[in-house]
């Protein structure tokens, strides 16, 4: 997700980098293995656990398209599918105000939203951000895009990550003064490894930022394209991951709507307490753009709430 000027990035699908990334994660891993009762998620006393229907949000960076068409009509819809919560990427050619008066008529809040960080840093035009974050009402905000060289490579220079982390550092301490929690959103090139060895550029930039000031949103199907076991992530960052992206991989290598796709959810939500999960946001990258139509997203966003709010695990 993202906000619109980074709208090209989503040309990075290619057919090579899937198979790669298919073949790195592994079938095992990729489809996980059922939940049992009494696991993580079930306190160890059989009885299975189930997603709060009030943590369940939608990036509307996957209605974009529709958005743009009838704002107010496709607020309503979600609102009507029983979403609650949303998190935005821009607030469709309106201002913070406008966009939050749209939101209060259709009975939504955007408890987040996906707002880059100046580069190089600036703290007064951080500090105009923070303030439309008052004025729509997030709790959290979150930088949604990093990894990539002026070719659109993977960094693979861990001075580049490290000196990324120092600003998100800067980024997240002024976010705290104004009350709100600030995230990092992964694709799949934080994972490259860095500087020849096997340091990746999320291992550095989970030890260069103060736990206390930048939390992470982990896009689930980006952090399998670049062969990384969610699992195994909420291992080494418990209590840190409070939103994730529930985005499922189809077949070819691409998106699909939750549920439909290859990912094990359940496997990973059991270790939703662990993790420190309070935000389960749905996203479909593709879900309004050709061949699909832009309305194509709001069934989407139907099919996602209904996997979410009847998962089990």
Do not use: C
């Not at 009838?70 to 309106?94: M, N, Q």
């Amino acid at each position: 997700m993202q906000n619109e000027s980074n709208l090209s990035r989503r040309n990075l699908l290619g057919a090579a980098a899937v198979t790669a990334g298919a073949a790195a994660i592994g079938t095992s891993a990729l489809l996980g293995s059922p939940a049992q009762a009494g696991g993580p998620g079930h306190g160890g006393h059989g009885r299975l656990s189930r997603v709060p229907r009030d943590q369940i949000s939608v990036q509307l960076y996957t209605l974009r398209n529709q958005l743009a068409i009838d704002l107010d009509a496709s607020l309503a819809e979600l609102a009507r599918i029983g979403y609650r919560r949303v998190e935005h990427a821009g607030f469709v050619g309106r201002t913070a105000a406008e966009f939050k008066a749209a939101l209060n008529r259709a009975g939504l809040r955007a408890t987040s939203g996906h707002v880059g960080i100046p580069q190089p840093f600036n703290a007064a035009t951080w500090e105009a951000a923070l303030a439309d974050a008052a004025i729509v009402g997030n709790k959290y905000i979150v930088h949604p895009y990093f990894g990539t060289t002026s070719t659109g490579a993977p960094i693979r220079d861990s001075s580049v990550w490290k000196a990324f982390a120092k600003d998100l550092n800067k980024a997240g301490a002024l976010a705290r003064k104004h009350g709100l929690s600030f995230g990092y959103h992964n694709h799949h090139n934080e994972f490259a490894r860095q500087d020849g060895g096997k340091l990746t550029g999320f291992d550095v930039l989970t030890r260069e930022t103060d736990p206390g000031l930048v939390h992470l949103e982990v896009d689930l199907f980006w952090a399998y394209r670049g062969a990384a076991d969610p699992v195994d992530l909420i291992g080494r960052n418990r209590g840190r991951i409070r939103q994730v992206h529930v985005k499922d991989l189809a077949p070819s290598g691409t998106f699909a709507d939750p549920g439909d796709g290859f990912i094990d959810f359940a496997r990973i939500f059991e270790h939703s307490h662990e993790a420190g999960l309070v935000e389960y946001i749905v996203e479909r990258d593709d879900a309004g753009s050709p061949p699909r139509t832009p309305a194509d997203a709001l069934s989407t966003a139907q099919v996602g709430f209904r996997f979410l709010d009847t998962l089990r695990f």
